[in-house]
């Protein structure tokens, strides 16, 4: 998808996308400067989209580690009352 320029108001990204592919030259299209800067603002679009989902799915898999950790812990916790529950039985009889 592509962002629209002055001119092209009004329209959609996949509209602007769909007329150019049918050989319909859009405004500015010609001047490679442009078209550069165009190109490089749109890549920043995308680098700032792509580095909010990044930084939701580390949430997640941080979220998921601290479970597990936390899981893991109280299983610890567990066995080692256990084994002090044992050891006092023993002891008393």
């Known amino acids: 998808?592509?962002?629209?320029?002055?001119?092209?108001v009004g329209w959609q990204g996949e509209e602007i996308e769909r007329l150019e592919s049918l050989g319909y030259v859009m405004s500015g299209n010609r001047h490679k400067r442009m078209n550069a800067i165009r190109i490089r603002k749109e890549n920043q679009v995308?680098?700032?989209?792509?580095?909010?989902?990044?930084?939701?799915?580390?949430?997640?898999e941080n979220k998921q580690?601290?479970?597990?950790?936390?899981?893991?812990?109280r299983q610890?916790?567990?066995k080692r009352k256990e084994k002090e529950g044992e050891?006092?039985?023993?002891d008393e009889v």
């Open 1 to 8: 998808m592509r962002i629209p320029r002055r001119g092209e």
């Open 65 to 73: 580690k601290e479970a597990t950790l936390l899981a893991n812990f």
């Open 76 to 78: 610890a916790l567990e």
């Open 46 to 60: 995308y680098t700032a989209l792509e580095k909010k989902a990044l930084a939701l799915i580390q949430l997640e």
């Open 87 to 90: 050891g006092e039985n023993v």
